[in-house]
């Protein structure tokens, strides 16, 4: 069904892919990180994507108030909506985070994410996890959250089950059978989905939440770490033009998402960018435990020193300073110099 407007590829957008799939690999290759360090990088980006994937569709909540939120600690001047919708989403996708190789995608998923979405919204729970019964419209809210216009009309209500089972269908099977690349295939689900805007409310923040889950099941295991949704919110004027690009052509003999896979890939290729920057010697301290740069700090400051050395200048046990080289090793930070008892080690210059 949408098999023909997959063929009409640029060289561009293949460009982007292999350079997205180059940082995938080495992420894996490379990301065998301080699990601490890994826990505070989710707990961080849970708070970004929440406050980001919300202030797109209106709420005013900054960073520092969500997690505030979130600690429980009560926020009255804001409106009792958007506390709730930030409850949602942070939830949510915390449940994404760790349970997604459970998650099988599905219609029954989705909406299951759409009750769960809404769980705390009053004004919603008519409506939670069901299907749109009347007809919506996709409008722009500027910065204030205040509609400044109708982008464009949806999937009438009565066809929405039809064009969301062949979506979903045709999504799996294009998955399973890898004709196509993942990305291209979860860029075509999020435009039709946005398109069909299924539900009454709440189709942007989890079109943001399938996107966290189907490239997780698809190997980008960096969305946990980076957030896509900051990357969106940022760029949020091309992320509605690229969408209108690319819808108006449906159902014409130019259809095809061109717009929408170029917006898609580059917020998709900076996300790769900067979970490969967590990995760089600039910013060490972000990826490193307090003991792995004692050690480091310690290297940085002399020619070179053996395993004895290190323990005692840094205080920290021997059979841990063998597992901190060894990941500064890993990380290619520095070298072993000899063997056995006369081993030492020195910063890589």
């Not at 407007?5 to 292999?18: G, N, V």
């Not at 949806?154 to 890898?178: D, H, I, N």
């Not at 290729?269 to 979970?275: F, H």
Request: hydrophobic fraction near 40%; charged fraction near 30%; charge should be positive.
């Amino acid at each position: 069904m949408f098999n023909p407007r997959l063929t009409l590829i640029s060289p561009e957008i293949l460009t982007k892919i292999a350079r997205i799939d180059e940082l995938k690999g080495r992420w894996i290759a490379s990301a065998n990180l301080n699990p601490y360090l890994l826990g505070r990088l989710k707990r961080s980006v849970l708070i970004t994507s929440t406050g980001a994937s919300t202030r797109i569709e209106g709420a005013k909540l900054s960073d520092e108030s969500v997690e505030k939120l979130i600690h429980g600690i009560a926020m009255q001047k804001f409106a009792d909506r958007d506390k709730q919708e930030v409850r949602g989403y942070y939830e949510l996708l915390q449940n994404i985070f760790e349970a997604w190789e459970n998650i099988r995608f599905s219609e029954s998923s989705i909406k299951h994410f759409h009750r769960e979405l809404l769980k705390y919204v009053e004004k919603d729970k008519l409506h939670r996890g069901e299907y749109k019964k009347g007809e919506n419209r996709v409008e722009m809210v500027d910065a204030q959250g205040k509609r400044i216009g109708v982008l464009f009309d949806t999937t009438p209500a009565y066809l929405t089950p039809k064009q969301m089972q062949e979506l979903v269908e045709w999504t799996q099977e294009a998955l399973r059978g890898k004709k196509y690349h993942p990305l291209l295939i979860v860029g075509n689900f999020l435009v039709e989905f946005l398109n069909i805007h299924p539900f009454e409310d709440g189709n942007g923040r989890l079109s943001r939440i399938l996107t966290n889950l189907l490239l997780l099941k698809e190997g980008y295991l960096y969305m946990s770490y980076v957030s896509h949704e900051k990357l969106i919110e940022n760029k949020k004027p091309d992320y509605y033009v690229a969408l209108r690009k690319s819808q108006k052509t449906f159902k014409t003999k130019d259809d095809n998402i061109i717009d929408w896979l170029n917006f898609f890939l580059d917020i998709i290729l900076a996300q790769s960018e900067d979970a490969i920057l967590l990995l760089s010697s600039e910013n060490l301290e972000t990826i490193l435990s307090n003991k792995q740069l004692a050690v480091w700090n310690y290297l940085q400051g002399v020619p070179q020193a053996s395993p004895k050395d290190l323990a005692d200048k840094t205080g920290i046990a021997r059979p841990t300073v063998n597992k901190i080289t060894l990941r500064l090793l890993q990380l290619k930070k520095i070298e072993r110099l000899g063997l056995g008892r006369s081993v030492r080690y020195r910063k890589l210059k």
